[in-house]
C-alpha cells in the first residue's frame, strides 16, 4: 500500500518538495502517466528515475509495482520514499525472471546503459509476451539551439555520467524494433522550458560540486525557478508547432526478430522517412 504524503519520511519530504518546484520533472511524469493507460492489477516496473517521488507518484496509479536503481546509495533514498520492492541493477542485467512484467517503463536511463541494445533486450527478457514498454530519453536532432549553449556551460552529457547524448526519433525506433511495436512516440518540453531548466541545472551541478548533498541548496534553486518555469511553460504553449528536448516512446512487446532496415535512395531507412513525415 502507497503511504500518504504526511506518512512520507523527512528525506522523502525533501524529495517531495524539490518535485513540486521542479517543473520538468512534473511534466515528465504527465507524459509518462499519459502513455500508460491503467496499471490497475498489473506488475510494473521503473527503472532509472532521477527523483524518487516520480516512483511513489507512479505506484499510486494502482497496480504492484517494483522500482530499478543504479547504485546502493540510490536504493537508500528510493526506499525511504516507497517502503519496498527496490533492486540494484549491475547495468547489464535486471535482477527478475522472465516474463514476470506486465509494463516496464525507462526513465532517462537508456543514455546510461553501456550497451542500449543489449538493455533493451533484457527489458523484452522480463516483459510478458503481451508486455508494453515506455521509454523516456533526452531528445536530439540538427539545430537544437540550446545544445552548444548547455555543453559551453559544461552539461554534457559524459559530465552527468550518460554514455551518450540522446536519441532522435529514428535512433529510438532502430534500438526497439527487434523486440517490439512501436505505437506510438512524441516529444515534449520545447525551448523555454529547457532554456529555464538548462540555468537551473547548471547552478545545481555548481551547489553539488561545492556542497554535495546539501539538499537544501538543490531545493532552494528549484524555489527560484519555480516562477521562471510557470511563465517559460505559458510562452512553450506558443510552440506547439515545434518539437521538444525530450523524446517518449510507447511499444508492445512481441517476439524477438532482428530486422534489418531497408535503405531509400535519398539514404534515409524507412522508419526516418515514416517518422519525419508523422511529425512534420
Given at each position: 500500500?502507497?503511504?500518504?504524503?504526511k506518512?512520507l519520511?523527512?528525506?522523502?519530504?525533501?524529495?517531495?518538495?524539490?518535485?513540486?518546484?521542479a517543473?520538468?520533472?512534473?511534466?515528465?511524469?504527465?507524459?509518462?502517466?499519459?502513455?500508460?493507460?491503467?496499471?490497475?492489477?498489473?506488475?510494473?516496473?521503473?527503472?532509472?528515475a532521477?527523483?524518487?517521488?516520480?516512483?511513489?507518484?507512479?505506484?499510486?496509479?494502482g497496480?504492484?509495482?517494483?522500482?530499478?536503481?543504479?547504485?546502493?546509495?540510490?536504493?537508500?533514498?528510493?526506499?525511504?520514499?516507497?517502503?519496498?520492492?527496490?533492486?540494484?541493477?549491475d547495468?547489464?542485467?535486471?535482477?527478475?525472471?522472465?516474463?514476470?512484467?506486465?509494463?516496464?517503463?525507462?526513465?532517462?536511463?537508456?543514455e546510461?546503459a553501456?550497451?542500449?541494445?543489449?538493455?533493451i533486450?533484457?527489458?523484452?527478457?522480463?516483459?510478458?509476451p503481451?508486455?508494453r514498454?515506455?521509454?523516456?530519453?533526452?531528445?536530439?536532432?540538427?539545430?537544437?539551439?540550446?545544445?552548444?549553449?548547455?555543453?559551453?556551460?559544461?552539461?554534457?552529457?559524459?559530465k552527468k555520467?550518460?554514455?551518450?547524448?540522446?536519441?532522435?526519433?529514428s535512433?529510438l525506433?532502430?534500438?526497439?524494433?527487434?523486440?517490439?511495436?512501436?505505437?506510438?512516440?512524441?516529444?515534449?518540453?520545447?525551448?523555454?522550458?529547457?532554456?529555464?531548466?538548462?540555468?537551473?541545472?547548471?547552478?545545481?551541478?555548481?551547489?553539488?560540486e561545492?556542497?554535495p548533498?546539501?539538499?537544501?541548496?538543490?531545493k532552494?534553486?528549484?524555489?527560484?525557478?519555480?516562477?521562471?518555469?510557470?511563465?517559460?511553460?505559458?510562452?512553450?504553449?506558443?510552440?506547439?508547432?515545434?518539437?521538444?528536448?525530450?523524446?517518449?516512446?510507447?511499444?508492445?512487446?512481441?517476439?524477438?526478430?532482428?530486422?534489418n532496415?531497408?535503405?531509400l535512395?535519398?539514404?534515409?531507412?524507412?522508419?526516418?522517412?515514416?517518422l519525419?513525415?508523422?511529425?512534420?
Amino acid at each position: 500500500m502507497v503511504t500518504t504524503e504526511k506518512e512520507l519520511s523527512v528525506q522523502a519530504k525533501q524529495n517531495l518538495s524539490i518535485f513540486r518546484r521542479a517543473l520538468p520533472m512534473q511534466v515528465k511524469l504527465h507524459e509518462i502517466i499519459r502513455s500508460l493507460g491503467s496499471t490497475e492489477k498489473l506488475v510494473c516496473l521503473d527503472i532509472g528515475a532521477e527523483n524518487a517521488m516520480m516512483s511513489y507518484y507512479l505506484r499510486k496509479k494502482g497496480g504492484e509495482w517494483h522500482s530499478a536503481v543504479t547504485g546502493q546509495r540510490e536504493c537508500e533514498a528510493m526506499n525511504s520514499v516507497v517502503g519496498d520492492n527496490v533492486y540494484v541493477m549491475d547495468g547489464k542485467t535486471l535482477p527478475f525472471k522472465k516474463s514476470f512484467f506486465d509494463v516496464l517503463v525507462i526513465i532517462d536511463y537508456l543514455e546510461r546503459a553501456e550497451s542500449d541494445e543489449s538493455f533493451i533486450e533484457e527489458c523484452h527478457r522480463v516483459l510478458k509476451p503481451d508486455g508494453r514498454l515506455i521509454v523516456n530519453v533526452a531528445h536530439i536532432r540538427p539545430w537544437m539551439v540550446l545544445r552548444p549553449m548547455q555543453q559551453m556551460m559544461g552539461l554534457t552529457y559524459d559530465k552527468k555520467g550518460l554514455v551518450r547524448p540522446g536519441y532522435s526519433e529514428s535512433q529510438l525506433f532502430n534500438i526497439l524494433k527487434h523486440g517490439f511495436d512501436v505505437h506510438n512516440m512524441h516529444s515534449y518540453s520545447r525551448f523555454f522550458v529547457e532554456l529555464t531548466d538548462t540555468f537551473a541545472q547548471f547552478f545545481k551541478a555548481r551547489a553539488k560540486e561545492s556542497d554535495p548533498g546539501n539538499e537544501k541548496k538543490i531545493k532552494n534553486i528549484y524555489s527560484l525557478a519555480f516562477l521562471p518555469y510557470r511563465i517559460a511553460y505559458q510562452f512553450d504553449m506558443l510552440l506547439f508547432f515545434t518539437r521538444g528536448y525530450n523524446l517518449i516512446a510507447t511499444a508492445k512487446r512481441r517476439a524477438w526478430r532482428p530486422r534489418n532496415t531497408p535503405v531509400l535512395v535519398d539514404g534515409r531507412s524507412i522508419s526516418e522517412a515514416v517518422l519525419h513525415k508523422a511529425l512534420d
